[in-house]
């Protein structure tokens, strides 16, 4: 009987351990996401693109263009294994086979459709910043090498092209799907500590911040700087909010 004990305080204790580690990666990929979103818009160049000048291809052609693109396409990567962690701690680290298989938590099928919808929007997304970001640098490269500023005229046949278009938006509404669904994980499986088992500790309301930035992702492209960087403030604020509570350990499955 006391092997049994030990036996089983020992799986409790690896358990706990596994959660632990958990949260802590999921915390710090919750964060990064939201600091990688908000320095997109930040460190963006935002010259006037109604006019083809040498100050729009300078500006095209710089190295904060291509750095802030590439955060931006980091926000949208991290987003994916942040979930997964929030998955697992849901599920329940350390948790058996069969007990991840029940789906004790209620927020665990929500949170395995925000993954896949975040991993497959990010991919879309991706495929049209890579494009963007090269593509109209390359133009504006050779706008400023040639001194023609008429080749800045492709830009917009670039950003519009239609596979391109629809690869963009239909990324961008797979992940504003996972942010949905990322909240309504969040809040079924959130409570108080006295709550039924498989409740957390978080507030119930904790992940709507989030689902609401990313929900915002696409049209916030129509709008001016100030309001693309209040957005960014929106949805690092919202990442931080996910981390702090999944960090502080209030996040956790049915075995937890």
């Known amino acids: 009987m006391s092997t049994v004990r030990s036996t089983t305080a020992r799986s409790a204790d690896a358990g706990r351990s596994g959660g632990s580690t958990t949260a802590r990666w999921t915390a710090v990929a919750f964060v990064a996401a939201g600091v990688a979103f908000l320095l997109f818009p930040v460190l963006r160049p935002w010259p006037d693109e109604t006019v083809a ?4 291809a300078t500006a ?3 190295d904060r263009w291509v750095v802030s693109h590439l955060l931006g396409i980091l926000g949208l990567g991290l987003m994916a294994p942040a ?3 929030l998955r697992a701690l849901l599920v329940g680290v350390g948790s058996d086979s069969a007990g991840a298989g029940r789906g004790g938590n209620p927020g665990v099928r929500s949170a395995t459709w925000a993954l896949v919808t975040a991993w497959t929007g990010a991919g879309f997304a991706a495929l049209y910043f890579g494009a963007e970001i090269f593509g109209i640098r390359t133009l504006a490269e050779a706008a400023l090498r040639d001194g023609d500023l008429g080749l800045l ?3 917009e ?3 519009m092209q239609p596979w391109a278009v629809t690869l963009f938006g239909a990324g961008l509404l797979l992940l504003a799907v996972s942010g949905v669904l990322a909240a309504v994980a ?8 006295s709550g039924p088992q498989g409740a957390g500790t978080h507030p119930r309301w904790i992940g709507l911040p989030l689902a609401l930035g990313l929900v915002l992702v696409l049209p916030q492209f129509f709008g001016g700087p100030e309001l693309r960087i209040t957005h960014g403030v929106l949805v690092a604020a919202g990442c931080v909010l996910v981390a702090v509570v999944v960090g ?3 996040v956790s499955g049915a075995n937890r």
């Open 53 to 56: 000048s040498t100050g729009l």
């Open 60 to 62: 095209f052609a710089s």
């Open 83 to 85: 979930l997964l962690g």
């Open 153 to 155: 005229a492709d830009v």
């Open 157 to 159: 046949v670039l950003r």
């Open 186 to 193: 969040l809040w079924r499986s959130g409570g108080r500590a």
């Open 248 to 250: 502080s350990g209030r």
